[in-house]
């Protein structure tokens, strides 16, 4: 096998890996930035609010993962 060929192989690897990585980060990323978001807006208005809402989304992922 030439080294072109070898690189190629590598090359096709990497960016199969990035693209899954990618979609992956798509499907998962609002779902995590949501409550974020909404806790350091709470958190921004009222201090505890913010943690009491970011500890009753973490409860809910909890309660929701296998």
């Given at each position: 096998?030439?080294?072109?060929?070898?690189?190629?192989?590598?090359?096709?690897?990497?960016?199969?890996?990035?693209?899954?990585?990618?979609?992956?980060?798509?499907?998962?990323?609002?779902?995590?930035?949501?409550?974020?978001?909404?806790?350091?807006?709470?958190?921004?208005?009222?201090?505890?609010l913010?943690?009491?809402?970011l500890?009753?989304?973490?409860?809910?992922?909890?309660?929701?993962?296998?």
């Amino acid at each position: 096998m030439s080294n072109t060929t070898r690189l190629r192989t590598a090359w096709r690897a990497a960016v199969g890996q990035a693209a899954a990585a990618a979609g992956y980060a798509v499907r998962v990323g609002p779902g995590v930035a949501a409550p974020l978001l909404v806790s350091y807006g709470l958190w921004r208005a009222w201090d505890p609010l913010g943690y009491v809402a970011l500890g009753a989304f973490l409860m809910l992922a909890d309660r929701r993962m296998p």
